[in-house]
C-alpha cells in the first residue's frame, strides 16, 4: 500500500512504476484506505469494491508504464458517464441503468492502462452550479465544508482535489467542469465542442454538452486529454481531431478581460482584490490584456436556464420526467420542466 504522503499525480506514480517503488495493486489499496479514512464530502455514489478492481489491475500483469501511457492511474467518472457493469443514475436512483459497455472516452482510459476507482457525485441530471442539488447528499469544498464544492461535477472536482484520485472525468456544459475545477484549485479543461466523444452519456443539453478533465496539473491535463481525443464515428457530434499544430508561448500570449463596468464582484471585495492580482500575474507571465464585450456572453448564458436550451434538457428525460415527476429533486425538476413550454 502506498503512503498518505504519495502524490497521485500522473507523473509521480509513473515515476514510481518504473523504478518499482510500487504496484498497482499497492496504490489501489492506498487509494481505498484514503477514501475510508477520510471525512465524507458526498464525492462518491458508487465506489467499486475490491472484487470489481480486480480485473483492472490483473490486466496490468502483462505490461508496463513504458507501454501504457496511464498505467495503474486511479481516476473517478461523473456519475452521468457511463462503466460497464456499474449502474449510471445521472444522479437519481429512480433514473439509474446499468449499461453493458463504457463511454468511449472511459474505454480510451481503461485501454491506456488507468482504473476507473468509482463513480461520483453530481448536480442531478447535471443541471446547476453548485453541487448540492443531489439526493446523495451536497458536494463539500475540498478546503473547507461549509462551502460548496461547485457543480455539477461536484464529485469528481473533490476526489481529485482531496488526493483519493490523480484525474476525473466531469461534464461541461455551462461550467459545470470549469466552476468545481476552480473551487477546488485544480485544472479543469473543457475541450472545444466534439473534440472528445459523448457516446455513453446521459445528456443535459446535447449540442453543448462536453466532457470535461479534471487533474491536479496541466502536464497531467494534457496526457489525458492525448488520450481522449479519439475520433468516434458513433458519436454524431464527433469532429476528426486536428492534425495541425498550435503553439502557445507562454512569453508572449493575449488574455480577455470584460470590461471594468461589466465586472461585478457583489460586494465582495476578496475576490475584487484576487481578480485584480490574477490579471496582474498573467501581464507579468508576459501577457498582453485585452478588453473584451462581455455582454454577448452573459446574453447566451442566459439562453442556458431561461431560454430555448433548457428544452434540450427536457428532451434528454422527457419520457422520465412525464412517467416520473416527483423522482426530481425539486428545482432541478423545476428547472427543467420549464423546457417543456
Same mark, same amino acid.
Given at each position: 500500500?502506498?503512503?498518505?504522503?504519495? /502524490?497521485?499525480?500522473? =507523473?509521480?506514480?509513473?515515476?514510481?512504476? #518504473?523504478?518499482?517503488? +510500487?504496484?498497482? @495493486?499497492?496504490?489501489? $489499496? !492506498?487509494?481505498?484506505?484514503?477514501?475510508?479514512?477520510?471525512?465524507?464530502?458526498?464525492?462518491?455514489?458508487?465506489?467499486?469494491?475490491?472484487?470489481?478492481?480486480?480485473?483492472?489491475?490483473?490486466?496490468?500483469?502483462?505490461?508496463?508504464?513504458?507501454?501504457?501511457?496511464?498505467?495503474?492511474?486511479?481516476?473517478?467518472?461523473?456519475?452521468?458517464?457511463?462503466?460497464?457493469?456499474?449502474?449510471?443514475?445521472?444522479?437519481?436512483?429512480?433514473?439509474?441503468?446499468?449499461?453493458?459497455?463504457?463511454?468511449?472516452?472511459?474505454?480510451?482510459?481503461?485501454?491506456?492502462?488507468?482504473?476507473?476507482?468509482?463513480?461520483?457525485?453530481?448536480?442531478?441530471?447535471?443541471?446547476?452550479?453548485?453541487?448540492?442539488?443531489?439526493?446523495?447528499?451536497?458536494?463539500?469544498?475540498?478546503?473547507?465544508?461549509?462551502?460548496?464544492?461547485?457543480? /455539477?461535477?461536484?464529485? =469528481?472536482?473533490?476526489?481529485?482535489?482531496? #488526493?483519493?484520485?490523480? +484525474?476525473?472525468? @466531469?461534464?461541461?456544459? $455551462? !461550467?459545470?467542469?470549469?466552476?468545481?475545477?476552480?473551487?477546488?484549485?485544480?485544472?479543469?479543461?473543457?475541450?472545444?465542442?466534439?473534440?472528445?466523444?459523448?457516446?455513453?452519456?446521459?445528456?443535459?443539453?446535447?449540442?453543448?454538452?462536453?466532457?470535461?478533465?479534471?487533474?491536479?496539473?496541466?502536464?497531467?491535463?494534457?496526457?489525458?486529454?492525448?488520450?481522449?481525443?479519439?475520433?468516434?464515428?458513433?458519436?454524431?457530434?464527433?469532429?476528426?481531431?486536428?492534425?495541425?499544430?498550435?503553439?502557445?508561448?507562454?512569453?508572449?500570449?493575449?488574455?480577455?478581460?470584460?470590461?471594468?463596468?461589466?465586472?461585478?464582484?457583489?460586494?465582495?471585495?476578496?475576490?475584487?482584490?484576487?481578480?485584480?492580482?490574477?490579471?496582474?500575474?498573467?501581464?507579468?507571465?508576459?501577457?498582453?490584456?485585452?478588453?473584451?464585450?462581455?455582454?454577448?456572453?452573459?446574453?447566451?448564458?442566459?439562453?442556458?436556464?431561461?431560454?430555448?436550451?433548457?428544452?434540450?434538457?427536457?428532451?434528454?428525460?422527457?419520457?422520465?420526467?412525464?412517467?416520473?415527476?416527483?423522482?426530481?429533486?425539486?428545482?432541478?425538476?423545476?428547472?427543467?420542466?420549464?423546457?417543456?413550454?
Amino acid at each position: 500500500m502506498i503512503s498518505e504522503s504519495q /502524490s497521485l499525480e500522473v =507523473s509521480a506514480l509513473l515515476e514510481g512504476y #518504473g523504478e518499482q517503488r +510500487f504496484t498497482p @495493486g499497492d496504490v489501489i $489499496a !492506498g487509494v481505498l484506505n484514503r477514501i475510508a479514512n477520510q471525512p465524507d464530502h458526498n464525492s462518491w455514489i458508487n465506489l467499486l469494491s475490491v472484487q470489481q478492481l480486480q480485473p483492472y489491475i490483473t490486466a496490468l500483469d502483462d505490461t508496463s508504464p513504458d507501454v501504457l501511457p496511464l498505467y495503474g492511474i486511479p481516476f473517478a467518472i461523473k456519475d452521468n458517464i457511463d462503466l460497464a457493469g456499474v449502474p449510471t443514475t445521472a444522479g437519481c436512483a429512480e433514473y439509474a441503468y446499468q449499461p453493458d459497455q463504457s463511454a468511449f472516452v472511459v474505454q480510451c482510459l481503461i485501454d491506456a492502462g488507468a482504473i476507473p476507482i468509482g463513480k461520483t457525485n453530481l448536480d442531478q441530471f447535471a443541471t446547476g452550479l453548485v453541487g448540492t442539488r443531489s439526493p446523495y447528499g451536497a458536494g463539500k469544498n475540498s478546503f473547507d465544508p461549509e462551502y460548496i464544492s461547485g457543480g /455539477s461535477s461536484a464529485g =469528481s472536482s473533490v476526489a481529485v482535489a482531496r #488526493g483519493q484520485v490523480s +484525474f476525473a472525468l @466531469g461534464t461541461d456544459t $455551462a !461550467g459545470s467542469g470549469r466552476v468545481p475545477a476552480a473551487f477546488n484549485n485544480l485544472v479543469g479543461v473543457k475541450p472545444t465542442r466534439g473534440l472528445l466523444s459523448n457516446s455513453g452519456m446521459v445528456p443535459a443539453c446535447r449540442t453543448l454538452d462536453c466532457v470535461s478533465i479534471f487533474a491536479l496539473t496541466s502536464g497531467d491535463a494534457e496526457r489525458v486529454l492525448k488520450v481522449v481525443s479519439v475520433f468516434d464515428p458513433r458519436d454524431a457530434w464527433a469532429r476528426p481531431t486536428s492534425t495541425a499544430s498550435s503553439v502557445f508561448s507562454a512569453k508572449e500570449f493575449t488574455f480577455g478581460v470584460p470590461r471594468d463596468e461589466q465586472l461585478e464582484f457583489f460586494g465582495n471585495i476578496d475576490y475584487q482584490q484576487l481578480f485584480r492580482a490574477a490579471v496582474q500575474r498573467l501581464e507579468t507571465l508576459g501577457g498582453k490584456r485585452v478588453e473584451i464585450d462581455f455582454s454577448p456572453f452573459l446574453e447566451s448564458a442566459r439562453l442556458l436556464y431561461e431560454g430555448p436550451w433548457v428544452a434540450e434538457r427536457y428532451a434528454a428525460i422527457e419520457d422520465f420526467i412525464t412517467r416520473q415527476p416527483e423522482a426530481l429533486y425539486p428545482v432541478t425538476g423545476q428547472i427543467i420542466a420549464g423546457g417543456a413550454s
